[in-house]
């Protein structure tokens, strides 16, 4: 039996359960799977059942901090061992991208004075035009309206359905941020400090209005960078600026009052005392530990999740980039309502 013999609710049964980069290469073969892929019922349905990729970004720079004059392009990094590896597979076509935040497999590319919304797995993208005061981004979505995507901007969220910036008069800013933003299940996280403590700040789309999360107790100074882990699980690195150690840490539970932070490990870098990452990622299936200072290096470490791990061995991939997680689905940028404009 060939799959045009099946009925069609198994058919879309089938397909709501391969991955999505798989659906990409299909898109070619029959037109009425082409069309499924851009319905948003489908796209839902495949992005709560499809399995997750996990895969890496980076955003590499020909110079260190040269963004207008290099071309930023983006290349997708494999962790197998015994030998990391990174490629280019994704070339971006603009020029000067000061940063990447990935939500669902959308990414935000923001620059100077507009911002891109983009999706590499379908190739569909959106442009906003912003202020070059509007600096600090998030996306994100109520997480029951998975399609119902919303950007927002400091006191502002910019609804992609009406194609306007609209003032958040409940939310105050009484903290100063890191600009570095992660989004898991539709909210976004930020690192913050004040003179006594360092926390999280978390933005609700749902509810529009931002909360205030502990961090794990560290042992001392340090710097501390988030990331996600495989969309499911927020994880947050500590590296003492006086020791060689660097812990990591992971959630069990996140709800609307606090974090529940467990899974707590350490890393001992040895040979790189100095290095002091502003990015990481890791894998828990590939035992391994990558981090951006000023080189892309991969850590593979003995074990994962133990009190105390060691480094087996390290890899520069790439020098002068950022890392990025990215999750590919057939999520669709939500346009807006009106008449759509040719630039968009």
């Given at each position: 039996m060939i799959m045009s013999d099946l009925p069609?609710?198994?058919?879309?049964?089938?397909?709501?359960?391969?991955?999505?980069?798989?659906?990409?290469?299909?898109?070619?073969?029959?037109?009425?799977?082409?069309?499924?892929?851009?319905?948003?019922?489908?796209?839902?349905?495949?992005?709560?059942?499809?399995?997750?990729?996990?895969?890496?970004?980076?955003?590499?720079?020909?110079?260190?901090?040269?963004?207008?004059?290099?071309?930023?392009?983006?290349v997708s990094v494999s962790l197998d061992a015994p030998s990391p590896s990174i490629e280019i597979k994704l070339s971006s076509k603009e020029v000067g991208i000061d940063d990447i935040i990935h939500c669902d497999g959308l990414l935000l590319c923001t620059m100077n004075d507009r911002i891109v919304v983009w999706n590499p797995c379908s190739g569909e993208t959106r442009l906003i035009q912003t202020e070059p005061y509007y600096y600090l981004f998030a996306l994100g979505h109520d997480n029951n309206k998975l399609c119902e995507t919303t950007l927002m901007c400091l006191k502002f969220n910019y609804e992609l359905s009406s194609d306007s910036w609209r003032v958040l008069d409940d939310v105050t800013l009484d903290w100063s941020f890191e600009p570095t933003c992660v989004s898991l299940e539709g909210n976004s996280y930020w690192y913050s400090s004040d003179r006594k403590d360092a926390f999280l700040i978390s933005f609700d789309f749902r509810r529009e209005r931002l909360r205030h999360l502990c961090l794990p107790t560290f042992q001392s100074h340090g710097r501390i960078c988030l990331s996600v882990v495989r969309e499911e699980k927020l994880s947050v690195l500590h590296k003492c600026y006086n020791t060689s150690k660097m812990e990591v840490w992971v959630t069990s539970k996140i709800d609307t009052e606090?974090?529940?932070?467990?899974?707590?490990?350490?890393?001992?870098?040895?040979?790189?005392?100095?290095?002091?990452?502003?990015?990481?990622?890791?894998?828990?299936?590939?035992?391994?530990?990558?981090?951006?200072?000023?080189?892309?290096?991969?850590?593979?470490?003995?074990?994962?999740?133990?009190e105390s791990s060691s480094v087996v061995s390290s890899t520069v991939l790439s020098w002068h980039s950022l890392i990025y997680s990215y999750v590919p689905s057939l999520v669709q940028i939500q346009q807006s309502r009106g008449k759509r404009k040719e630039r968009n």
């Open positions: 069609q609710d198994l058919v879309d049964e089938i397909l709501s359960r391969v991955p999505a980069t798989s659906l990409k290469r299909l898109r070619s073969t029959c037109k009425r799977w082409n069309a499924l892929f851009k319905d948003r019922v489908f796209t839902e349905k495949h992005f709560h059942k499809a399995p997750k990729q996990s895969l890496v970004f980076a955003l590499k720079y020909k110079e260190p901090y040269a963004l207008e004059e290099s071309n930023a392009f983006l606090a974090a529940l932070w467990t899974g707590s490990f350490t890393v001992d870098l040895h040979n790189d005392f100095d290095k002091v990452p502003f990015r990481f990622l890791i894998d828990e299936e590939k035992k391994v530990v990558v981090c951006c200072n000023v080189a892309v290096t991969v850590y593979s470490i003995d074990k994962y999740n133990a």
